[in-house]
Nanobody
Framework: QVQLVESGGGLVQTGGSLSLSCAASGRAVSTYAMGWFRQAPGKEREIVAAIKWRGEYTNYADSVKGRFTISGDNAKNTVVLQMNSLKPEDTAVYYC????????????????????WGQGTQVTVSS
């Protein structure tokens, strides 16, 4: 059983910063990518950022480009999402995810590409 454990959520004011961390634990697993998704109340879950280990390619939602940075360690199956210049619209539950399948030439931006999910951590940005 593979578990993803997230940490770092909380309450912050507009313009502030938070860093979310995620680590995989349990049986040994090889991952090809890890990512962060979020779900705001009344909305569907959406991709925030993803990192594909081969080539360390990263993808970001347009709404967070220039403000969020994803990084990680493939060997340790850990990923960090650094969130700066936070806005009230960033308020959501943030989920860490890991992908164990390889997709040639494709970015890991869809939910169905991910096999393992964390429980989610709440991020609230006050105005």
């Amino acid at each position: 059983q593979v578990q993803l454990v997230e940490s770092g959520g909380g309450l912050v004011q507009t313009g502030g910063s938070l860093s979310l961390s995620c680590a995989a634990s349990g049986r040994a697993v090889s991952t090809y990518a890890m990512g962060w998704f979020r779900q705001a109340p009344g909305k569907e879950r959406e991709i925030v950022a993803a990192i594909k280990w081969r080539g360390e390619y990263t993808n970001y939602a347009d709404s967070v480009k220039g403000r969020f940075t994803i990084s990680g360690d493939n060997a340790k199956n850990t990923v960090v999402l650094q969130m700066n210049s936070l806005k009230p619209e960033d308020t959501a539950v943030y989920y860490c995810a890991a992908a164990s399948a390889f997709y040639i030439g494709r970015a890991y931006i869809r939910e169905n590409q991910y096999d393992y999910w964390g429980q989610g951590t709440q991020v609230t940005v006050s105005s």
